[in-house]
């Protein structure tokens, strides 16, 4: 019995000395700062038609000369309020064409789309309606129609990031935790840092990054509010206006200008004037801003009905 006691207390003796002695891996408790409320949705603000505007089914179709009411319903799940008439709307396909359907217009928002409640995640939903639209064609027997639209709007994106200000690479951490970008199409999807490059003979330090700039969502990137729902061809390309702050100077393009295809950009900034004798393995808050530029996407469509 006592050798058994022995041998246990050797045993745990042992371990304790091999978890003294295994070199700690950096883990990383950061957490973004737009965590908590937004899931995998990466849109800004989303658009659906009203569930009872229009609303129609072939048991209750809509008649001739029947006025269609259209209402979309906007959501801004941003920490920040988007002002009104900066978000805009529009019917397309056949309810935009004014021989099938009368009544369409473009229209802005006129009360402001006010952000999410970052505490509770509570939601503020705001109203625009369209139309009422009337159709114009005869009809011999019941039919469907798709409604589809547009919806576009303009508001900045802010990134808060992180810099490790280390001249040892091992020492650098997550620069891009979950939650670091706001909910938005827009994003900035990964940054690569170096080590603080120093040059001890003139005691002046600076160090590279590079950001990874992209569209993510299935929408357009247009210049401004005033040139959203306008044609495209095939050699556009997206872009928007970069401004990077942190503790240090930070040079960076003005200009971010998306690929075609992948819809990505990569940027390269240098950050100098950095306090050789504050070098560590502390994070250093970074806000990447991403701005002059409007987002238009597609609302999901629905289907009413029409009969003679």
């Known amino acids: ?31 973004g700062a737009y965590a908590g409320c937004y899931g995998d949705d990466p849109q800004m ?12 089914s ?4 809509y008649h001739p000369g029947e006025e269609i009411d259209i209402q979309v319903d906007l959501v801004n799940q941003n920490t920040q309020d988007i002002d009104d008439g900066n978000a805009k709307i529009k019917l397309t396909g056949d309810a935009a064409v004014s021989s099938i359907f009368s009544g369409a217009e473009v229209k802005s928002t006129s009360t402001t789309l006010y952000a999410i409640d970052p505490e509770t995640c509570l939601t503020d939903t705001s109203e625009v309606e369209i139309g009422p639209l009337k159709y114009q064609g005869e009809i011999t027997t019941q039919i469907s129609k798709e409604i589809t639209g547009l919806y576009c709007y303009e508001a900045p994106v802010v990134v808060k990031a992180f810099l490790y200000f280390t001249d040892d690479s091992a020492n650098i951490g997550d620069n891009l935790p979950s939650g670091s970008n706001p ?11 170096n080590p603080v490059d120093v040059d001890r003979e003139s005691n002046t330090a600076q160090l590279r990054l590079k950001l990874y700039l992209e569209n993510v969502g299935t929408g357009t990137i247009v210049e401004n509010l005033d040139s959203c729902f306008e044609y495209r061809d095939a050699s556009y390309q997206e872009e928007f206006s970069l401004s990077v702050d942190g503790a240090y100077t930070i040079e960076c393009p003005d200009t971010v200008k998306l690929s075609r295809a992948e819809k990505l950009d990569v940027v390269t900034c240098k950050v100098t004037g950095i306090d050789v004798s504050n070098l560590g393995s502390q994070p250093s808050e970074m806000t990447i801003t991403l701005s002059n530029f409007a987002y238009e996407d597609t609302i999901p469509s629905t289907t009413i009905w029409l009969e003679p």
């Open 1 to 31: 019995m006592i050798r058994k006691k022995g041998a246990k207390v050797f045993f745990i003796l042992g371990l304790l000395f091999l978890f003294a002695c295994t070199p700690a891996t950096q883990s990383s408790s950061i957490e």
């Open 45 to 56: 603000v989303t658009a659906t038609f009203a569930a009872f505007a229009p609303v129609s």
């Open 58 to 61: 072939e048991t209750a179709p």
């Open 183 to 193: 909910p938005s199409s827009v994003q900035v999807t990964k940054i690569e840092q």
